[in-house]
C-alpha cells in the first residue's frame, strides 16, 4: 500500500508546508534522505498552545502535548513530501528527533513524543520503525510546547 493510500485509509489530511519562521528552510534532500528542520505543532498558521509542559495550573498537560508532537509529525511529513516530489517517495522513517519544553521535575518526555512516533508508524507500518531522541529543553521557538525533526529515506 502506497503511503498515499494509507493516509486516505487512516482519514489523515496532511497539513500546508508551514513557512519558516528564520532562516532556514522546511526540509531537504541529500542522496536518498530527506532531512526536516525542526517542526512546531502548527495549525492554519498558529500554534495550538504555548508554555511549558508539566502538571498544574498554567502548564501544557502532557497529553495535549502528545497531541501537540503528532501535529509536529505530521507537519514534518508535509515538508518532507513536498521536496522529495510527493509522499509515496518516501519509504522509511530513519530518525525522530523530539524537543519538549517543560518544567524542570517533568520528565515525561518520552511520551509526549510517542505522539509523533506513533503516527507515523501508523502511517508508515513497520518502516515507520526509527531511532528516536526525546529531549527536555527550557524554551522552544515562539514559546511552542514541542518540537520535532525527522530523517526519512527516499525510495
Known amino acids: ?8 485509509e487512516l482519514g489523515i489530511e496532511l497539513p500546508a508546508v508551514v513557512p519558516p519562521v528564520a532562516a532556514y528552510i522546511p526540509a531537504t534532500v541529500h542522496g536518498d534522505l530527506v532531512y526536516t528542520s525542526g517542526q512546531l505543532p502548527m495549525i492554519a498558521g498558529a500554534l495550538p498552545a504555548t508554555g511549558k509542559v508539566g502538571e498544574g495550573h498554567g502548564l501544557v498537560p502532557a497529553s495535549d502535548a502528545k497531541d501537540y508532537a503528532r ?15 510527493g509522499v509515496d517517495r518516501l519509504v522509511r522513517v530513519v530518525k525522530l528527533t523530539g ?3 517543560s518544567v524542570p521535575e517533568f520528565t515525561g518526555q518520552p511520551g509526549v513524543i510517542n505522539g509523533a512516533s506513533e503516527v507515523l508508524g501508523e502511517i508508515f507500518g513497520d518502516a515507520g520503525r526509527h531511532a528516536r531522541s526525546a529531549v527536555g529543553v527550557p524554551v522552544l521557538p515562539l514559546d511552542s510546547p514541542v518540537e520535532v525533526e525527522v530523517i526519512f529515506a527516499l525510495s
Open 99 to 101: 524537543f519538549v519544553s
Open 71 to 85: 501535529q509536529c509529525a505530521l507537519n514534518a511529513l508535509a515538508a518532507a513530501a513536498e521536496v522529495a516530489g
Open 1 to 8: 500500500m502506497t503511503i498515499s493510500a494509507r493516509l486516505s
